[in-house]
């Protein structure tokens, strides 16, 4: 059940996992994750970068399927998710920008055009959106990310930026 107001807007960031819409967070919906974020930047899946990819992905559900699977089932529901975030995430969410670091630096890597090790905020926009982030909010987000005002987001600014957007409620 949830109770708080925190708990409320963490439980309503569940849906960007939940890839598929089944009502559960498994190992799936981050495959059906990457499979989007490859087809969107055009790039294969058995290509360096797309098994770069998919490894990020699996660790990324490795970590909260450790953090959020209290029963064990290779599922999170959106109560251990909830659970999840709010007991073992909020006080420390470089807990949670650790376990997401490798699927988000192979993310940024498959959006990063001109190799240069940053995106443009066009498209940190569209890694956000194909990752179920809505489209008014992802352009806010990505926008907030470009501190410097550049143009483009690195692995530094994105990695904390995300885990704030799933462990912080404003």
Request: aromatic share 8%; net charge negative; glycine share 10%.
């Amino acid at each position: 059940m949830v109770s708080s107001e925190y708990e409320r807007r963490i439980a309503a960031r569940f849906g960007t996992f939940d890839q598929d819409g089944n009502g559960y967070i498994d190992r799936e919906d981050f495959n059906v994750a990457a499979k989007s974020l490859l087809a969107e930047f055009g790039t294969a899946a058995r290509s360096d970068k797309g098994q770069a990819l998919y490894a990020g992905a699996e660790a990324f559900w490795q970590g909260m399927a450790g953090i959020a699977d209290r029963d064990g089932d290779q599922r999170i529901t959106r109560e251990e998710f909830v659970t999840g975030a709010v007991k073992r995430l909020r006080a420390n969410p470089d807990r949670f920008a650790e376990i997401a670091r490798p699927f988000l630096h192979a993310a940024l890597v498959v959006a990063d055009a001109d190799g240069d090790g940053a995106v443009t905020v066009a498209d940190t926009v569209r890694v956000l959106r194909v990752l179920g982030v809505p489209e008014g909010v992802a352009e806010a987000v990505a926008a907030g990310i470009d501190a410097d005002g550049d143009g483009k987001v690195g692995e530094a600014e994105i990695v904390p930026a995300f885990a704030r957007y799933f462990t912080v409620p404003e």
